[in-house]
């Protein structure tokens, strides 16, 4: 059994810490967060012991492999500590929303040979996984256009948007990672495009955008095109379409049921998509803490490694450039 | 150039007129109606003339081909004095509402080799065309169970009621037919239930019926359901799933665009349904008169004959039978 | 902590065994199965303990509640032996394949003030449950026709034919239930119609039917149609469509995935369906359960009851009578 | 009744001259085209006069109105010859690939005060006429984002490719123009990519593009999308998402028929999109037509004006300035 101490009792940490007690080869040895009572309650709950020191958890001699969902400016500390020790990190993305300091992190970590997994829980969800293995075996032959839609259901509160590091680095990070990786190659030039069409006022204050558009290609000329709102009335609204050479992809929402719904107004008419992430994407994150305990049971290599985490972090600060600047950012 | 009669300046009639008079084969010679008014208006219209006798019109010299638009009980008496004259028949369903005398007139029709092709249009209709073709391609291999959906967008109104001869003769006898063409066999036994769901008072007062199901099936043991109804909130409902040892074929709506639309209260909704008969077969009307028209110019058999049109009254009157009796009827 | 016995350790008591370990409101005390190695295999891999003798299983001090897993014909007796010693029982469908049988058990059961659930599974999967929440709060007006479609994805086994009780009894009797509850009235008049058309050789001689469809209506004229086939070569079929005055619910099958694909043969095809019952109603099986253990805890009246199995059962005797006699059978 | 000369009998001229002489307000009077059999032929089955000097055609005392359908680069000549007669002008699209050219044409039109529309025929599909008509009424609230997919079936022949035009001003035009109708406001910036993924031997000859990607947005941020690829193997795609503040419009593809197909490999499949512009805008064209002729007996403005081939032009020039500069371009 692997000992995992779970970083971080919040929103995010709540579904690792469930998925890890569920597993069959892993131990929640502890819960740690710096709000004793969001540790104690989580603990409590799932039979693991509270910790309101991060750095001591990660320290404990029972506990093998570490799982980082505490504040993004936290995460660089926590993943090289156990790095040093050690022991293997699952970390949520992004590394950091400062790219020197993510790009020096990810030398750590591979000077050290760290093993750290960054959490880019979509590339698990079955849909995009299946899809993902269709173009490999070749189904559609050589992909030539991606197309992401990614929507949020509701603007996040204040203090959120705030401490978000801007809609590119936290919200489009999940659709340019998901990009990358079923163009299967590295983008090599991108535009960004952001509008202030739902809070103009709050998205002022904090220079961030609520709407906006990602257009990028690779070397060989695959193209993707990204769009994101931070509102959508019908839900959190997640697509993807891949179109191929002999062939097309498309992946559809996901909804509570299969009733359609026919009445003098509307006919086949289908009830709003599931409202978040964490209904939307609860399969995922189990399967992805299934592959990071699979990894480390078997001692197999990490399926996303930090790299990935920093290539999408340079997409996402390309995207910033590129909306600041009017002008194509190449990579 | 085919010169032709159409009799009946009804709602069926001014289909046909105007189906005949865009025809490249054939000539609108007259438009006939007791309503003189009727009659004129749509002769005028399509550049033919007009008469109120529908008998007279069948005699003239440069009339080759008849259309029988006109009430039910008119159609065996100008049906077969056509046929007597030689001329070719296009007629509206049913033959009759009266089995003995529809069998009657067909041995005599059958007697004088007679030209007679029956109106059951949604043959023609490109769907349902491309379904049949399917199968006797052997899309889905042998056929096991035929599901057909008819129901109607609102009640008709009492005098249309009154003289219907019924649901089953009125209405569902489309389906009984269409159902014989896709199982590719005859039924042989048949089971009907009737309900009086939207006016009782009014199903009570003719001894009628506004919900209907039937089941039946062939001496080979294919099945087939029909469901009807008088009054469907969304539209004119007309679908078809044809089941097969092989593979499955389902027919969907006609809807006016393809718009799918979202909102905080559905998601995909697609609008009501076409309203109609005259609107959903819009495009059988035509190709089933274009049929007719190529099968009295390169003088083919008739695509659909008097035999057919008995054969799906019979099953009309046998579900008229079940439901009196509560047992199934043999063929 | 309710201490639950589940006996038998086929397909079906494993579900349960497993959903029973893993609710937090009762406790997998021991599986029991004349079949030594099964049952042992099963405890053990939940950490319960294992039995050969079902009715010692249900005498223990510390089993408060039955699951019945077990072949038909034993259901009775093992129920009867729980509610004697009041206890309450979950029981697979059907009561017994004999109806005096059942009626007598049924009776008993009242006498006694039994608490037994009848596993009708189907009534807890979620789209199933919001179609008749959304009836019951009158979205559709008044239910006028149901039809349901279920079709398996593969004729069973010989041995599993011979032991079935006939298409009806096994595989139509959920369908009736299903029916029943929708309809919201019960069914006063039934005809059915059975065919072989997969294995005619082996339907003939369990005289048998592979292929079936049934006709139902209630006493103020709701009608329910049903379709049935033993294999259907694209998965595990289940619609349902609920026609009412004002509006319609329809019942998509359940996919792997969300996945379109389009190539130069085919657009917008989906995968074929989710294999069979095990996969398509796990989430029913699992709420299933926690609705039995819900009773348990808090005393509430059994959300299905015997009642409702002898009404499945007396429907599925009914189509048996029609299809032989050819006759509709009142109810 | 107008008189009107079709000048041009190729693919396009001869589905405008089938409009013209269906119409009831219209009679084609002449086709001219210098290929004297193609306009002989054409004006035989139509029952015209054929020419082969276009000019001539447009001054005939008897020719109220001109449709423009000969190659790109005689537009503006037999536009202003028309103009400068006080006669009517619809004219295909792009007025001309050069944007000097084009500019100087329109302000000659304009001080004219001529009558001149531009056949950017997708506005008068019904679907896209009823999604532009839903947000006009408010339906889905402020449009924020406007997403369009269109894929030609096949890539075109060489002579095709080589007087295009490119990409951008032959097939991006169309879009860029539904773009801006569908914005509601004229784009302020631009960005596109292009790739040769398809023929690059062929695109690199002629400096040309077979992928294609466009991001525009309004002064106020409203965002668009346009995907475009020269081949698609399962048909011609034409897809539409306009996503707003309160809901969304979605327009599927239209295709031959409605059936779906199952079977062991699929489910839920439909056929290959309609093969081309021809079939999938068969009624846009006449449409296009008919608004035209209303205009004309009317007297009523024209519903899509020079300006708008202008300003689709001006779109189509920024794309291929942002391509070969790797910048977005303002406007």
């Given at each position: 059994m692997v000992g995992i101490a779970v970083l971080g009792a919040g929103r995010i940490g709540k579904i690792h810490a469930a998925n890890v007690a569920a597993?069959?080869?892993?131990?929640?040895v502890v819960v740690a967060d710096p709000f004793a009572d969001a540790a104690a309650r989580l603990a409590d709950e799932l039979g693991a012991e509270a910790m309101t020191d991060c750095e001591a958890a990660i320290d404990r001699?029972?506990?093998?492999a570490i799982v980082i969902g505490t504040p993004t400016h936290t995460h660089i500390n926590l993943m090289l500590r156990a790095v040093r020790q050690g022991k293997a990190v699952l970390c949520?993305?992004?590394?950091?929303?400062d790219m020197a300091k993510s790009l020096a992190a990810v030398e750590e970590v591979e000077r050290l040979n760290g093993r750290v997994m960054l959490?880019?829980?979509?590339?698990?969800e079955s849909t995009f996984a299946q899809m993902r293995a269709a173009i490999e075996a070749g189904?559609?032959?050589?992909?030539?256009q991606v197309i992401i839609t990614s929507r949020d259901p509701g603007l996040a509160p204040e203090d959120y948007i705030e401490h978000s590091g801007g809609i590119f680095r936290d919200m489009t990070i999940h659709d340019l990672d998901i990009g990358r990786w079923l163009l299967g190659e590295e983008p090599v030039e991108l535009t960004a495009i952001g509008s202030r069409l739902i809070d103009p006022a709050l998205m002022e204050k904090y220079d961030d955008y609520d709407t906006a558009m990602v257009q990028m290609q690779t070397a060989s000329g695959k193209q993707c095109h990204i769009n994101n709102c931070r509102q959508a009335v019908y839900g959190y609204d997640q697509r993807i379409e891949v179109f191929g050479s002999t062939g097309m992809l498309q992946m559809d929402n996901l909804r509570p049921t299969t009733i359609r719904r026919w009445s003098q107004e509307v006919t086949d008419a289908r009830e709003p998509l599931l409202n978040f992430f964490l209904e939307r994407y609860q399969q995922a994150y189990k399967s992805e803490l299934d592959a990071y305990i699979d990894a480390l049971v078997h001692k197999k290599?990490?399926?996303?490694t930090v790299q990935d985490g920093l290539k999408a972090l340079q997409l996402a600060d390309a995207a910033v450039e590129s909306v600041k600047t009017g002008r194509a950012v190449s990579l």
């Open positions: 597993s069959k080869f892993a131990t929640l001699a029972d506990v093998d949520e993305k992004p590394i950091d929303l959490a880019f829980n979509r590339r698990f189904e559609i032959g050589d992909v030539r290599p990490m399926p996303i």
